[in-house]
């Protein structure tokens, strides 16, 4: 990657392996490298092609009217709109482009992004709370049937009235923002995803300077009347309603404060739009609330579940059902209820071995990395059992200058609104006691806001000819995060088996992790503050 700088506008200069178009062949081979130029030379930012110290005849994408979709690992597809004045109207064109490696695509996907932004935004001014009237980030990758669902739920009352009453989660961003007092006294702060507002009001409490609450559902208008009914706090707060993607602020915040964590943490992709407003509203080295994301992650034995689920199925088992056959769908809807993942609150006792993690660092995380979200897995099991399947939880932290405060969603700390989550095999495997268990978690983003999630566990060889290795059993599942399974039940105390150990749990821990911390492989080994999970 290369930048030139000129006296009016600057250009950025990507080498490729090569580029095609999908209506012809690639462009011929050369001892000479691709070269892709944004520029705005022309008043308008727009990407092209050069090859042998000239441009491609043809290959110049508006950036104003395009989009850029991943193949794979180093391939992407850039969609534009041209004008055929032959026909006077417009057609999509495409554009395939392969890279030298993930890092320059991941960089490229992040340029083309900035630049169409710039392209957006050149030459206006647009007001406090003003929307731009061309197509969003958010409208390009999320469907608008979701969307409309997705704002819908958001706008209602009761679903807000259920978030407050979370005492862990509202309490918790409280403590942390009025322990943190020092970060907010006489800060403008941004509250991402506002909601009814209640995070503002906390940042007026601490001292913010101004807050602008940027909600685009119809909760703003709520947020705007709980916001007038405190006046001494509300006259230092501005709602917007709009997207963070669209809309515009008058002056740069030193704080953001979101509450962006769905199941899973993941789940509504709202942390992607958390990112997008850190990218846009932030200013450097400003502070964000939360600041960092931790999955864990730890296989789990529960053979009520498994039986429960499985159960589900034998409607379909039926040989005559009205004088009909049903069985012949049985396998489907076997697969079908394995295809959700479980969202309740197990008894910790329940895991096989010590948890692993997974972290984000909202901080440094580029949009394009919660695409796609590729764990390796590795366990080693502390007891003898069949493995169901994978549990998963989640903390944040809030990083203050004062105290730093994690809030989690383990089993056997206090229940919150977000629960656990499991992801069951059809097929469990057995271990022995310290037997390594492998795997991979690999969640894919799709346009309904949520992820599609393939999960293997494997079970290594154990025993006599360990040491030639090997895996000697698997088992695979398919699942979509967007329809989970919600089964909630309060933990149920379980018997431990004669051949079992029972797990010391989750002990609050007051640790303060710093972000420099995040870089040392030692936070994976840290227990998890305030309830996080420690199996000894």
């Given at each position: 990657m290369e930048v030139l700088a000129g006296q009016k506008?600057?250009?950025?200069?990507?080498?490729?392996?090569?580029?095609?178009?999908?209506?012809?062949?690639?462009?011929?081979?050369?001892?000479?490298?691709?070269?892709?130029?944004?520029?705005?030379?022309?008043?308008?930012?727009?990407?092209r092609f050069r090859q042998d110290?000239?441009?491609?005849?043809?290959?110049?994408?508006?950036?104003?009217?395009?989009q850029l979709f991943k193949l794979g690992p180093l391939k992407s597809l850039c969609i534009s709109v041209s004008s055929d004045s032959n026909k006077e109207k417009s057609y999509a064109?495409?554009?395939?482009?392969?890279?030298?490696?993930?890092?320059?695509?991941?960089?490229?996907?992040?340029?083309?992004?900035?630049?169409?932004n710039e392209d957006v935004t050149q030459g206006t001014h647009l007001p406090n709370g003003a929307i731009s009237d061309v197509k969003s980030k958010f409208d390009n990758k999320i469907?608008?049937?979701?969307?409309?669902?997705?704002?819908?739920?958001?706008?209602?009352?009761?679903?807000?009235?259920?978030?407050?009453?979370?005492?862990?989660?509202?309490g918790t961003y409280y403590a942390a923002v009025i322990e943190n007092r020092a970060d907010f006294t006489g800060r403008v702060v941004v509250d991402v995803g506002a909601g009814s507002g209640i995070l503002s009001l906390f940042a007026a409490q601490a001292g913010a300077k101004h807050v602008y609450a940027v909600e685009a559902s119809e909760m703003a208008e709520y947020a705007r009347k709980l916001i007038a009914g405190n006046p001494s706090l509300g006259q230092r707060i501005t709602v917007i309603k709009g997207k963070v993607e669209e809309v515009e602020l008058p002056?740069?915040?030193?704080?953001?404060?979101?509450?962006?964590?769905?199941?899973?943490?993941?789940?509504?992709?709202?942390?992607?739009?958390?990112?997008i407003a850190r990218d846009r509203f932030l200013v450097p080295k400003g502070k964000m609330f939360p600041s960092v994301?931790?999955?864990?992650?730890?296989?789990?034995?529960?053979?009520?579940?498994?039986?429960?689920?499985?159960?589900?199925?034998?409607?379909?088992q039926q040989q005559n059902y009205y004088g009909v056959d049903l069985t012949a769908l049985h396998g489907s809807a076997f697969q079908g209820y394995f295809s959700q993942p479980v969202v309740d609150a197990f008894d910790p006792r329940l895991l096989v071995s010590p948890p692993m993690s997974h972290v984000i660092d909202f901080n440094e995380a580029k949009e394009e990395d919660l695409y796609e979200i590729d764990i390796p897995l590795k366990f080693i099991a502390s007891v003898g059992t069949r493995?169901?399947?994978?549990?998963?939880?989640?903390?944040v932290l809030f990083n203050g200058s004062t105290v730093q405060r994690w809030l989690t969603t383990a089993p056997g700390a206090p229940t919150t609104h977000w629960y656990q989550i499991r992801c069951v095999l059809s097929q469990p495997i057995y271990v022995m006691a310290g037997q390594e268990i492998t795997g991979r978690l690999h969640m894919v983003?799709?346009?309904?806001?949520?992820?599609?999630?393939?999960?293997?566990?494997?079970?290594?060889?154990?025993?006599?000819?360990?040491?030639?290795?090997?895996?000697?059993?698997?088992?695979?599942?398919?699942?979509?995060?967007?329809?989970?399974?919600?089964?909630?039940?309060?933990?149920?105390?379980?018997?431990?088996?004669?051949?079992?150990?029972?797990?010391?749990?989750?002990?609050?821990?007051d640790i303060p992790i710093h972000t420099n911390d995040l870089e040392e492989p030692k936070l994976l080994q840290q227990p998890l503050e305030n309830s996080g999970a420690q199996l000894q």
């Open positions: 506008h600057k250009h950025l200069e990507f080498t490729l392996v090569a580029v095609s178009e999908l209506s012809s062949s690639s462009v011929p081979p050369s001892s000479t490298p691709v070269i892709a130029r944004f520029s705005a030379d022309s008043g308008v930012a727009e990407l110290s000239g441009f491609i005849d043809g290959f110049n994408v508006n950036l104003g009217t395009a064109r495409g554009v395939t482009i392969l890279f030298r490696n993930k890092e320059e695509s991941r960089d490229f996907h992040s340029a083309f992004e900035q630049w169409q469907e608008p049937s979701s969307a409309k669902m997705y704002f819908h739920y958001y706008a209602q009352l009761l679903h807000q009235q259920n978030m407050l009453q979370d005492y862990v989660r509202t002056e740069k915040a030193d704080i953001l404060i979101s509450e962006p964590m769905g199941t899973l943490l993941v789940n509504e992709r709202m942390l992607e739009s958390y990112i994301g931790r999955i864990h992650m730890a296989p789990f034995s529960d053979e009520y579940l498994f039986v429960e689920i499985a159960n589900k199925a034998l409607f379909w493995v169901h399947g994978l549990a998963c939880w989640f903390d983003a799709h346009n309904a806001q949520s992820y599609t999630i393939y999960l293997t566990l494997s079970a290594k060889m154990w025993g006599p000819g360990v040491e030639q290795g090997g895996i000697i059993q698997s088992s695979s599942c398919k699942l979509d995060l967007k329809e989970p399974y919600y089964r909630m039940s309060q933990p149920q105390p379980y018997t431990t088996a004669q051949d079992q150990q029972p797990h010391q749990l989750l002990q609050p821990q």
